[in-house]
């Protein structure tokens, strides 16, 4: 594996995925590295595109490992019906909330999706439960996740059964929300200081963030339109 790979030889390249593919397996298999079998998922589905293969290292990795990351890109497995697994919302629940609660990399990710499809209630016999998603919307908002401060900010907004309408808590995340360059946040929080609804009137920062939400959404036009140009 060491030195240079020449990208411009066909085989050499297919060589050297073809080790990496015995590396990962070695490292989850004989030495029983979860990371190493996480890594063996990813080289399945990315390099191979064998997404059953993928989808069986994953599995086993989460329930017998308990690995983070697995769990987390399981969940998203069993949510689309990816890999040969048939759309479960409950599995992909039970995987997403394995991930938040043990850390790592997509353990904010996570939890957000805990609080979606809590607040969605499909995996509750259709009974949304605002109180525990915005729990978990409170942890990934914590952890600098701007959808999830969005959507706190919706509930309070709204209220909620278990959950009392409060335009501060609103404002709070809408700001905190806005701050990570969360558009719709910022038309909100503008909103809500243009009407003085429950919070001080204030038509400067009303302005300012009226201002702020144009300029984001600009720049993600831009964006996407830098990313079909470069296609």
């Known amino acids: 594996m060491a ?3 020449n990208l411009e030889d066909e085989e050499e390249v297919k060589g050297y995925l073809e ?3 015995i590396e990962y397996s070695y490292q989850c298999y004989k030495e029983g590295d979860p990371d190493g079998c996480h890594r063996l998922a990813d080289y399945l589905e990315g390099v191979k595109k ?3 293969g993928a989808a069986k290292v994953l599995k086993e990795n989460c329930e017998k490992n308990e690995n983070s990351e697995s769990c987390y890109k399981l969940g998203a497995y069993y949510a689309t019906g990816k890999g040969g697994l048939s759309q479960d919302l409950k599995a992909a629940y039970n995987c997403f909330l394995k991930s938040c609660k043990k850390g790592g990399k997509k353990s904010i990710n996570a939890c957000h999706n805990v609080g979606l499809l809590a607040h969605d209630g499909q995996v509750n016999d259709d009974k949304p439960d605002p109180v ?3 729990d978990y919307y409170t942890k990934a908002c914590d952890g600098s996740f701007a959808p999830s401060c969005f959507n706190l900010s919706a509930i309070y907004l709204q209220g909620a059964p278990g959950i009392p309408k409060d335009m501060n ?14 558009v719709w946040a910022c038309a909100n929080a503008s909103r809500m200081y243009k009407l003085g609804d429950g919070i001080d009137k204030n038509d400067a920062k009303a302005e300012a963030l009226k ?3 144009r300029d984001l959404h600009k720049e993600q036009q831009e964006a996407s339109r830098a990313l079909t140009f470069g296609e």
């Not at 808590?169 to 969360?182: F, I, P, R």
């Open 169 to 182: 808590l609103a404002l709070k995340y809408s700001l905190k929300a806005c701050d990570m360059g969360h």
């Open 19 to 21: 080790n990496l593919g």
């Open 3 to 5: 030195g240079l790979v």
């Open 50 to 52: 064998d997404f059953e």
């Open 211 to 213: 201002n702020r939400a």
């Open 132 to 134: 525990f998603a915005r």
